[in-house]
């Protein structure tokens, strides 16, 4: 099985930052994109950043210069850099990962269990 495990998250005043991580462990032969979402009390899921295994980015219009979404391919870690921060940034942020098991496996969509991220004075 495969496991993402966030980390980062907290309270912060408005205009602040944060640093978000999140690293896959378990049977992996290899992890395809990763990804940070949000939920926010009462809204869906939403999109905030993507990287490819090749580093290929791509961000929600609403975070875009505010955020920096990187990887460490050999630590299987994601991490989200999170500056400027509103309090409409405050949300549940999930971590994604597209991991494949084996060689031949096809590759299947993994969720951390969320960290929570408050913006408020």
């Known amino acids: 099985q495969v496991q993402l495990v966030e980390s980062g998250g907290g309270l912060v005043q408005p205009g602040g930052s944060l640093r978000l991580s999140c690293a896959a462990s378990g049977s992996i032969f290899s992890i395809n994109a990763m990804g940070w979402y949000r939920q926010a009390p009462g809204k869906e899921r939403e999109l905030v950043a993507t990287?490819?295994?090749?580093?290929?980015?791509n961000y929600a219009d609403s975070v875009k210069s505010r955020f920096t979404i990187s990887r460490n391919n050999a630590k299987n870690t994601v991490y989200l850099q999170s500056n400027s921060l509103k309090p409409e940034d405050t949300a549940v942020y999930y971590c994604?990962?597209?991991?494949?098991?084996?060689?031949?496996?096809?590759?299947?969509?993994?969720w951390g269990q969320g960290t929570q991220v408050t913006v408020s004075s």
């Open positions: 990287i490819t295994s090749g580093f290929k980015t």
């Open positions: 994604h990962a597209v991991v494949s098991l084996t060689r031949s496996d096809d590759a299947r969509d993994y």
